[in-house]
């Protein structure tokens, strides 16, 4: 990705001397940032351009070219990519409209195609182009005026983007770079990260994201990120009128937001919910150190603000350090009258900016103390050259050793602090709430490096049986396994299945019954009937002969009457297994991410609650344990109004296994065990229904 960031000649297809035209913005914009590089304007016309020489083809360009950005009309793009390919071009950038977003997905192919045939990458189309603060190069038509900083924009919202390097330019927010993806056509998300994970003028990527296509690839390449550097996305398409607007926009589809929500978990994203807070994250992260430990310590001069940082701490996962001995001993010394050395330790309204230094020096050198929040509310002594030089100072001596944030509550004269700070690159909150949240997304990138797992090996011992069996349903024609090859393959990846036989009259009903011992579970078998309980194809708690006969009888009425063309292969005798908490455990094929795994409370109501978790396959049992936790309704597997805590160990073994099967036989599209019967801490969890889909 090199010579696309930092490109040593760059041609502008299209360039134009009206000053209305997307042509002589970006040529403009490139002279105006200082790039240092070679520009060659493209226009028909020739002559001179802010002071370059116009070429009227790009075949007249003598010298070789790194970069080609495309401004014409759709209609003919395709031929100047072709001549680009022909010339040697290594990238193409293609600002120009009118493609897959509006339905013309063949040209978009075919300009690709010719592209891959000289060995040129795509980015587009449908961008604005690229922004890159060390070569200086604005190849945008965006605004001109953009400070550089740590902090790197992947849009797939071209007027998103340039609305956001708007933003960043008024707060005084520096970018190492800024690119839209457009339609990804090509070069995707995934690429790009490729290139900023070694960028070292980069810390943090802020991400707009609609839709990713290769969803499989944007997760290899998030593994790959060193520790000390951040990822933001703000996810559009949640809704499901948001994800409609985000397929029309984009050509791409939204796909659920819950699976996007459980892989940002696991890979360490740290998601935001608009564009503000994906800024305060961003500008907040660029400059923070990595915390030591879970310490927090808020210093105030209001009990009300502080009460309001604790409340939020305890709302964003941060720990609010509480050796009281220890905090006792740290601030007792520099605390004026009526203050508190507990924590949130209170200087009072009385405070002045030595009280504050002298309490900010304390929780610097205490190695107990792993990170500061600092909130100051105007008041009668505020003296505001003082609170600026005293930001300035502490920020200095922090930055290496603990993060600290700033919040100041107040008028006019605290506004002014925080735009003079602003100046300088320091970060400084109005609302507590930013704050201790943008420290909590801080500390959420340090746990998932800290607790990050190795990926496990997909080695499966059984796998040739599950795959003949696969085979053996294919060759039927089936793309959906019966009941007892589901639950076979349950087996085989090493989870408990309650006891069962095939029974295709009703003498190998009673049998089997006797011989599995009562009560005992019917249900129909026949794969044109997948919810068997609305076909009325499922009897329970079966204790004697007699409920056996009427029972099969009834089941066989119900299921022809349901669908009289049903292929029956007899019914499923199974043990009916103890009481527990019902759960569900399964895995999918998702469209974007490959395989997935997935969690919830199980039974006939998980769709309607849909308090499920998701994590892309394969995982390790650390990863599968989190997603267990993650459910609303976990307390219930911990034991509630005494109840005994349930097999969690089991659970996450189960859904690593479950995550292995996926990710190694890709011939499965979906599987689902519901219920997954869990019982208390020792004896285990059983499989009590398991369907698995095949893929066409």
């Keep these: 990705m090199k010579a696309l960031f930092e490109p040593s000649s760059i041609a502008i297809i299209g360039a134009s001397k009206n000053p209305e035209k997307i042509g002589y913005k970006v040529v403009e914009n490139i002279v105006a940032g200082g790039y240092k590089g070679k520009i060659y304007p493209i226009n028909p016309k020739g002559g001179e351009l802010l002071g370059l020489e116009v070429y009227k083809s790009i075949e007249e360009v003598k010298s070789n070219i790194d970069l080609a950005i495309i401004t014409i009309p759709a209609k003919i793009v395709y031929d100047a990519v072709k001549k680009c390919g022909e010339k040697g071009v290594k990238y193409c950038i293609i600002i120009s409209s009118g493609f897959s977003e509006i339905g013309y997905k063949k040209e978009e192919e075919r300009i690709v195609e010719v592209a891959k045939k000289y060995g040129m990458r795509i980015l587009g189309p449908n961008v604005f182009g690229i922004y890159v603060a060390k070569p200086k190069l604005n190849a945008t038509f965006g605004p001109k005026k953009v400070y550089p900083g740590h902090i790197a924009i992947i849009t797939q919202s071209g007027a998103l983007g340039i609305a956001m390097i708007g933003k960043s ?5 520096g970018l190492s770079a800024v690119i839209s993806v457009g339609n990804k056509a090509d070069i995707d998300e995934a690429d790009l990260i490729e290139y900023l994970r070694n960028d070292e003028g980069t810390r943090v990527i802020l991400m707009y994201i609609e839709g990713l296509r290769n969803g499989r690839k944007f997760i290899d390449a998030l593994k790959k990120l060193p520790p000390d550097k951040y990822v933001v996305a703000i996810k559009a398409g949640k809704s499901k009128h948001g994800a409609i607007a985000a397929a029309s926009h984009t050509g791409s589809l939204a796909g659920s937001d819950n699976v996007f929500n459980g892989i940002a978990k696991q890979l360490g994203i740290i998601r935001a919910e608009n564009v503000r807070e994906a800024f305060n994250f961003a500008m907040f992260l660029s400059q923070a150190k990595t915390p030591g430990g879970e310490n927090v310590v808020i210093i105030t001069n209001g009990g009300g603000i502080g009460v309001m940082a604790a409340d939020a701490c305890e709302e964003y996962g941060l720990k609010i350090f509480d050796d009281y001995e220890n905090l006792k001993e740290t601030f007792e010394k520099v605390i004026p009258p009526f203050g508190s050395w ?5 200087l009072t309204g009385q405070a002045s900016a030595a009280d504050y230094e002298k309490a900010l020096e304390k ?3 205490n190695k107990n103390i792993h990170a500061v929040i600092s909130l100051y509310c105007e008041t009668a002594l505020f003296d505001q050259r003082d609170i600026v030089e005293l930001i300035k100072k502490m920020n200095e001596k922090y930055k290496n050793r603990k993060p600290i944030v700033f919040s100041l509550f107040g008028g006019e004269k605290i506004d002014e602090v925080i735009e003079k700070l602003s100046d300088g690159s320091i970060k400084v909150f109005d609302e507590v709430y930013d704050a201790v949240s943008a420290m909590g997304a801080l500390y959420r990138r340090y746990r998932y490096i800290k607790e990050m797992e190795k990926e496990p090996e997909i080695y499966i011992e059984e796998e040739e049986k599950i795959r003949e069996i696969i085979r053996l349903a294919k060759k039927d024609g089936r793309k959906i396994l019966l009941p007892h090859e589901a639950k076979e393959i349950a087996k085989l990846i090493g989870i408990d299945v309650s006891e069962y036989k095939i029974a295709k009259n009703l003498d190998e009903a009673v049998r089997y019954s006797e011989e599995i011992g009562y009560p005992v579970v019917m249900k129909i078998v026949s794969e044109d009937i997948v919810h068997k309980t609305d076909a009325g194809g499922v009897a329970l708690d079966l204790e004697n002969k007699e409920e056996i006969i009427n029972a099969y009888q009834v089941i066989m009425r119900n299921a022809k009457t349901y669908f009289p063309n ?19 455990v399964g895995g999918m094929q998702d469209p974007a ?12 109501y998980v769709e309607a609650i849909g308090d499920v978790s998701f994590r892309a396959a394969p995982l390790g049992i650390r990863e599968a344990k989190r997603m267990v936790n993650e459910i609303s309704s976990s307390k219930i597997l911990y034991g509630v109004r005494g109840e005994a805590r349930r097999d969690i160990e089991k659970i996450s073994q189960s859904i690593v296994n479950i995550g292995k099967l996926m990710a190694r036989v890709k011939e499965i599209k979906d599987m689902e065990i519901n219920p997954l019967v869990v019982y208390e801490y020792g004896k285990g969890v059983k499989a009590v229904d398991v369907r698995i889909l095949l893929r066409d």
Aim: no cysteine; charged share 20%.
């Design 169 to 173: 330019a008024n707060n005084n927010i």
């Design 363 to 365: 929780a610097l050198i």
């Design 566 to 584: 049903a292929k029956i292969r007899g019914v499923e005798i199974s043990k009916m297994v103890s009481k527990g908490v019902e759960t569900i």
């Design 342 to 346: 507990k924590n949130p330790v209170d």
């Design 593 to 604: 991410f490959g395989p997935i795994v997935v969690f919830g409370l199980g039974g006939i």
